[in-house]
């Protein structure tokens, strides 16, 4: 490089990794973890509103189960949280191992397809212990290298755990990531990774998010290549 090329602008990083939430993002299951967590509730003798639902996004199975008991002024011993998260997670499954291709979100099989054509290497990164089956279920499986699950970490977004071991899995450093999130758990979870994010929903929640769309549908190459310069 030439003295009159040389800048003191740091060298921008270049998006190399995909890394992508599951619920809310590439699929719409949070109906389903709605039902089956009010069915519960309503067990239990009480009931909770979607609004609270929205504070379930992208935490953990038990964190869910805590919230809502404690909504519900519900008292539990430790071994009976067990059995009511196992109760619940048996509906769940029930519900999902229905799902079918049609409820992917929209856009997102084009996306996958053209940033995986595109040389982007692609991990999913969920609290979910059920990805496989969602997955499979929805037929998207194939576009993920790297599956880093609530089955994997232990501690929840928004820890950044789960992203780290995206990027180590997929062999790419932190800055050279991109997630796509639509809980705010997840987008702080990103940026505490040293990660750009993307916003899946509201801007006015998802303060924290480098980028929001309200589905990956709106998302081209483009974008990406964008916040590399960021
Ligand atoms: C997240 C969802 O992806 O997975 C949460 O947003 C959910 O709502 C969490 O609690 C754990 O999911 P599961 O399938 O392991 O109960
Ligand atoms: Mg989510």
Not at 3 to 30: N, Q, R, W
Not at 64 to 73: C, D, T
Not at 191 to 199: F, L, N, S, T
């Amino acid at each position: 490089m030439t003295l009159e090329h040389y800048s003191e602008k740091p060298i921008p990083m270049e998006i190399k990794a995909c890394l992508f939430d599951l619920d809310g993002v590439l699929v719409d299951t949070a109906v389903y973890h709605f039902k089956a967590w009010r069915k519960l509730a309503n067990h239990l003798g009480f009931d909770f509103t979607e609004a609270q639902n929205e504070q379930l996004k992208g935490i953990s199975r038990v964190e869910s189960l805590n919230k809502i008991l404690a909504w519900g002024n519900v008292e539990k011993t430790e071994e009976e949280k067990q059995q009511l998260a196992t109760e619940k997670n048996e509906w769940y499954v029930a519900m999902i191992s229905k799902m079918t291709p049609a409820e992917v979100l929209p856009g997102t099989v084009d996306f996958l397809t053209a940033i995986k054509k595109a040389g982007y290497k692609i991990a999913l990164g969920s609290a979910s212990k059920n990805s496989a089956l969602i997955l499979e279920r929805t037929q998207i499986a194939h576009f993920f290298e790297e599956i880093v699950d609530g089955n994997l970490v232990s501690k929840s977004k928004p820890d950044p755990e789960v992203f780290f071991k995206g990027a180590t899995l997929l062999e790419v450093q932190p800055s050279e990531c991109v997630v796509f999130e639509d809980a705010v758990a997840g987008v702080e979870a990103a940026k505490r990774a040293g990660m750009k994010a993307i916003g899946i929903g509201s801007a006015e929640v998802l303060t924290q998010a480098d980028l929001v769309v309200q589905n990956l549908g709106q998302l081209t190459i483009g974008h990406l290549q964008q916040l590399s310069e960021l």
